[in-house]
């Protein structure tokens, strides 16, 4: 581990980023420990991917200073993919596409994701929750102790975000892999992460997520009427899915046609919590190539 790390992971200090003259970030100051959970937020174009590439080294920092631990190593899932969904491509050809791994290796890592069963199909007729979970099980397969994680659940509807999060925690819980996670829509959180920095070219606001919400800069930033509420996710599993469809609730016998009940209760509400705008403009500058 480099000098200066103690035990993080990646430690960067007044980090910025110039490009054609412009600052798309600058003075950020971000470390990762080992196993923790670290989510970036903040509105489309605010710099949360190009803070993460410069985190990683796919990005050059043009001020501050970025370091990593010598035994840092990284599974990325980028934002956008180099990948044409629309070609033919297997799961199991996606998972070997740029990664050597045996077939047992690769079988297990889409097992550990909860899609075994979908090692042969075309990745154009996934559905967004499979695709980002073959996407997970491809950056697994690296035995990573830092996931680096942009935007895991777009595309994803909000009971699969939902699962998405618990897999992701799952997984860091199993491997002791650290997560740095990337949202521009806050609407749930996940209730593991353990910091939370809102981004907006610089870091306007830093802490858990229930002292990032409370903050004035977090509501400046996000807006009054961005939402009025926002959930920490606290789900409390009162039944089980069978392999076979069948819906039981916890401690019974299989029942007729139950579903995913999730209420209000399940979440925590915070009436300071506004929640990241969607549909605010999309960046639109050309972005530096995702290494995948
Ligand atoms: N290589 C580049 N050259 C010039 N500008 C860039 C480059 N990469 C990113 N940008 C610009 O930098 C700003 C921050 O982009 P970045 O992708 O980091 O934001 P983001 O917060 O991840 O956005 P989104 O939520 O839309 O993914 C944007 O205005 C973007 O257009």
Not at 161 to 177: H, K, N, P
Request: hydrophobic share 40%; proline share 4%; with cysteine.
């Amino acid at each position: 581990m480099q000098s200066g790390l103690s035990n993080s992971l990646i430690a960067m200090e007044n980090m910025g980023v110039q490009r054609g003259g412009r600052w798309l970030v600058r003075d950020v100051d971000l470390t990762i420990g080992a196993g923790e959970i670290v989510t970036l937020i903040g509105p489309n174009g605010s710099g949360k991917s190009t803070t993460a590439k410069t985190a990683i080294g796919i990005v050059e920092a043009s001020a501050g200073t970025v370091r990593r631990a010598h035994d840092l190593v990284v599974g990325y899932v980028p934002q956008k993919l180099a990948v044409d969904r629309s070609l033919p491509l297997t799961v199991a050809r996606l998972m070997r596409l740029t990664t050597r791994t045996s077939t047992v290796a690769m079988r297990q890592a889409l097992e550990r994701v909860g899609i075994p069963h979908l090692e042969k199909a075309e990745i154009h007729g996934l559905s967004g929750g499979e695709f980002q979970r073959a996407l997970l099980a491809r950056a697994m397969l690296r035995k990573p102790n830092l996931l680096v994680l942009d935007e895991p659940v777009q595309g994803v509807d909000f009971a699969g975000e939902i699962a998405l999060y618990e897999l992701i925690s799952e997984l860091r819980d199993q491997d002791g892999c650290a997560v740095l996670l990337i949202s521009h829509d806050l609407h749930v959180v996940m209730a593991k992460t353990d910091r939370v920095l809102c981004l907006n070219g610089h870091v306007c606001c830093e802490g858990s997520p229930r002292s990032v919400a409370a903050s004035p800069a977090y509501r400046q930033l996000f807006g009054d009427r961005a939402a009025d509420a926002l959930a920490i996710y606290r789900h409390k599993h009162d039944h089980t899915h069978l392999p076979d469809g069948q819906v039981v609730a916890a401690n019974d016998a299989p029942g007729e046609g139950g579903g995913c009940s999730c209420t209000e209760s399940d979440f925590d509400h915070h009436d300071l919590h506004p929640v990241a705008q969607r549909g605010a403009a999309e960046a639109t500058a050309t972005k530096e190539t995702d290494n995948v």
